[in-house]
């Protein structure tokens, strides 16, 4: 079955880089996804990675997947306030359906 | 283009009661998905519909039930609240059900005492 793992809080100050990692068990998983989600509000698809892709990069977003270890990983550049926020990966087989991560709260001090 | 809408935002129901959650995807998506978020349990699958009908369904009980109608908006209910539904409650639209296509609501807030 799905089953995603991510560690529970990073704090980072504003200028640095901050990595969330994540790994997830379903090995048949089509797509991984990082989803960002701000108080009170619902989920924004901030990247995504097609399973047979090692690195995609988005501006200052740069998603990492080691698919032999199921680990995926969000590399966000130069953090600003506006990205503290909780920030989930997820996987999607062929059934439609998104297995999601706890989330990674990630407060980014001034 | 106006996004995902889901109403209402905050409710409040007891114990016992019966509630009905509406979502209206984003003009020309067929597939809407609902998803349960609490503390403890983080984000789970409840079910998905594609042109009315229930494609996908998650491990939840059958207290828990939706439609979609011919215009793709979609209800989910939930009879014989309990206090371990409180939960936010996100539905997300797309083309077909990719989940890279996926928009999200922002969600209706119910909180059961």
């Known amino acids: 079955g799905e089953d995603v793992e991510q560690s529970l809080f990073l704090s980072v100050r504003e200028g640095d880089s901050s990595v969330i990692n994540c790994t997830y068990t379903d090995s048949s998983s089509t797509y991984l996804y990082w989803y960002k989600q701000e108080p009170g509000a619902g989920l924004q698809l901030l990247t995504y990675?097609?399973?047979?892709?090692d690195m995609k990069q988005d501006q200052r977003l740069t998603v990492l997947l080691n698919k032999k270890d199921k680990h995926l990983s969000l590399r966000i550049a130069d953090t600003q306030t506006g990205d503290s926020a909780i920030y989930f990966c997820a996987e999607s087989g062929g059934n439609n359906r998104l297995a999601f991560g706890k989330g990674n709260q990630v407060v980014v001090i001034p | 283009k106006a996004g995902v809408t889901q109403t209402p935002r905050y409710l409040i129901k007891t114990r016992g009661q019966q509630v009905t959650l509406s979502c209206s995807p984003i003009?020309?998506?067929?597939?809407v998905s609902w998803y349960q978020q609490t503390p403890g349990q983080g984000l789970q699958f409840l079910f998905e519909y594609f042109s009315e009908t229930q494609r996908n369904k998650g491990n939840f009980p059958g207290r828990f039930s939706g439609r979609q109608f011919s215009n793709s908006r979609s209800e989910m209910n939930v009879s014989t609240l309990e206090l371990g539904d409180s939960a936010l409650y996100l539905c997300?639209?797309?083309?077909?059900?990719?989940?890279?296509?996926?928009?999200f609501g922002s969600g209706t807030r119910l909180t059961v005492v």
């Open positions: 997300a639209s797309s083309l077909s059900g990719e989940g890279y296509g996926y928009t």
């Open positions: 990675i097609f399973s047979n892709m």
């Open positions: 003009s020309g998506h067929r597939s």
